[in-house]
């Protein structure tokens, strides 16, 4: 079978390293080779294994009838959406790890690949290695998934564990993670939690069927936590971790996106680095979880491949996926109860005037109070915490 890759960046030359290294393996479970006839990338790579395949326009894929497989790991809605869209309405297959493109226009891909007889899958887009969508998809489709958290960003994770570890400054933590090169250059998708906001609308679509708008998904970064943070989260004897969260609230889902104060107790407190893990509770099964590497180049890229043998051997055949076009109406994520841990130059006795039981954290530090709230809902705290004027930052606690 004839494989074509678009976009020949980390990603899309992983999955050429892939299907070189595992070339028999594959051959053997797809029941022939899995062949690389063409990488569109409009760059040159002189001397590269793989240039002999390199086009510079799409069509010339669209209208070659010997491709039935393609992967999309050019990244952000378009170009992408066009091509894979021509991919799909030429009979071919389709796989990606662009979560932007799969949040944005997963409904619609998945209808044209049905109307078309094919498949659009995206195993890569969340949890980069880790199976998840094929877990969601297929395996935990016995349950109603109750609840979701998933720590699903490797460059913050790498981050808040450097901060921890080392007591280190969010500043002087991201140049490492872009000399690293976790973080990327203009680093706002990750830290600002928008990469994990489309994670978790993509794995809620599949767990409810309908299209979550990820716009209305509650979202925050990490970029206001500070080495003081951690300090009180050592005194509380907690982790702070970039939870992306999706809870069942009647028949649909309340969703957030933000840092938590994790005890030892939760299943996410020991995932370190840039390792990504996704806690699943169905109805059925009660709890369960997936972990593993959720970025970088082989990693999502085996992800990519996985899903070309599952394409392989569905050739001509679409799989149901269920994930219609009509818009999931979001839970209202004011309503969700937190205890909730804040910083204030205010005084006690007016933290105390609006939040009865406040239980207060002493880390020896002038001029602010630190205090662990009561369990309260978002609504009540939002409503209660205009009241201070000094707060200086808070932090759910999970
Ligand atoms: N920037 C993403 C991360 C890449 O750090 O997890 C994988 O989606």
Known sequence: MKVAIMGYGTIGSGVAEVLDTNKEALAERVGEPLELKYILDLRDFPGDPHEDCLVKEYQTIVNDDEVSLVVET???VEPAFTFVKAMLEAGKSVTTSNKALVADKGAELIAIA?????????????????PIIRVLRACL???????????????TNYMLTKMEKEG??????LKEAQAKGYAEKDPTADVEGYDACRKIAILTSLVAGKQVNYEKIPTEGISKLTAVDFKYAKKLNRSIKLLATSKRVDDTYACRVAPYLLDESHTLFHVQDVFNAVYVRGNMLGDS?????????????????ADLVFLARNSKKYVPLEWKSAELELADSDKLEY???VRTKDSKSDVDKLFASAEYIDIDIDNEVGFVTAMMTEADFKSKSVMLNGIINYIRLA
């Not at 280190?168 to 933590?173: A, H, K, P, R």
């Not at 979880?289 to 999502?300: N, S």
């Open 114 to 130: 049905q109307q078309h007889n094919v498949n659009f899958i995206f195993e890569a887009a969340v949890g980069g290695g880790i």
């Open 74 to 76: 050019m990244g952000g």
């Open 168 to 173: 280190c400054e969010y500043e002087d933590v």
């Open 339 to 341: 205890r909730y841990f």
């Open 289 to 305: 979880m997936y972990y593993g590497a959720g970025a970088g180049k082989l990693p999502t890229a085996s992800a990519v491949v």
């Open 141 to 155: 489709t016995g349950d109603v998934i109750e609840d979701m958290a998933g720590i699903v960003n490797g460059t």
